[in-house]
């Protein structure tokens, strides 16, 4: 029985502490020529990883509603695995200073003052366009007197006031309140999403379908899916929904599976792909603009290596090698139960 129920004690449990493992791989790309590129010369990059943690997922605040759904609340925590890893969180690397860069394109509408201001702060902090720290300070926060300056000044641009780390909000943290359907009514609507965070549809994009919150949570689907079947669910991280499409069958351990991969037109912009026009503004295709639910600090997403991106994308970066295996996004789904056997969710 599939239903989410408190009475169907081995699959409740199974939804509430997912027993399964879950493993983040993180790769970083070392720039190699950070005094070059500023001269003007293109960034050569080298990947270092991937540095693998293991994620622990366990839902809390659990409430069954009247009308066949539960809300709750997913708490994600991450722990270091060193054996699956290729090199320690010890290891350090050069990449691009998002803070000077993000807030640079931040003021660029700012007073004069503010702007000169602002840049002198940067010279006294001995802060420039490249990094160097260790994977430990960049996953999970250092100390920085701009973070306290940039939140005085900027306030909104960070997620935090604390340290600033790429994965420091993450540790420990929830995905906002979920509210699923039980499947108690309706089977073919287990898993799917009511509501999130008390929305039905999200504010942030320019047109109805792109606000839309649609498919499930992204861990589990309805049953019977077929060939024709999509995937779609509801990304917090990406602050959208995605939808994945059937690629192929295949088998892992005996266990027979579809395979569902991310469509070309996902991260398109507008032109190559019309209804994605309500993300934009665009760049190149390949490059998500999350700007409008990240304070506008400017970011963007991609999957790695700019995989199924614009080529011209690939002429701005030396050491970049694209392909589908290591860098598509897929899920592996038992088409019975779909329940996941294999995940590659990389960005």
Known sequence: NLVIDPKNEMSYTMWKDVPVPFFMS???????????????????????????????????????????????????????????????????????????????????????????????????????????????????????????????????????????????????????????????????????????????????????????????AGQMWPPFMTKESTLPFYSPDACRSLELVYQREGIMDGIPLYRYVAPKTMFANGSDYAPNEGFCPCRQSGLLNVSSCRSNSPVFISHPHFYNADPVLLDFVQGLQPTEGEHGLFIDIHPVSNRQTHTQLAR
């Not at 839902?59 to 270091?80: A, G, M, W």
């Not at 000077?100 to 602002?118: D, H, K, S, T, Y």
């Not at 008390?198 to 504010?203: Q, Y």
């Open 26 to 216: 993180v790769y970083f790309f070392n720039v190699l020529n950070p005094t070059e590129v500023l001269a003007g010369e293109k960034p050569m990059v080298e990947q270092r990883g991937p540095y693998v943690y293991r994620k622990r997922i366990q839902k809390q605040n659990i409430t069954f509603h009247p009308n066949h759904t539960v809300s709750y609340l997913e708490y994600r925590s991450y722990f270091f695995e060193p054996s699956m890893s290729m090199g320690n969180e010890s290891d350090v690397v050069t990449i691009p200073n998002m803070l000077v860069l993000g807030a640079a394109v931040m003021m660029e509408n700012l007073p004069f003052a503010l702007r000169l201001m602002i840049s002198t702060t940067f010279k006294t902090f001995k802060e420039g366009p490249f990094l160097t720290k260790s994977v430990e300070e960049l996953m999970w926060g250092y100390d920085s007197k701009l973070v306290d300056f940039l939140n005085k000044w900027l306030p909104g641009m960070l997620p935090s006031t604390g340290k600033f780390g790429l994965f420091a909000e993450f540790n420990n943290s929830n995905t906002g309140l979920f509210t699923i359907h039980t499947g108690k009514d309706d089977i073919r609507l287990i898993h799917k999403v009511d509501s999130w965070n008390g929305l039905t549809k999200l504010t942030n994009w320019k047109t109805p379908q792109c606000n839309m919150i649609n498919g499930t």
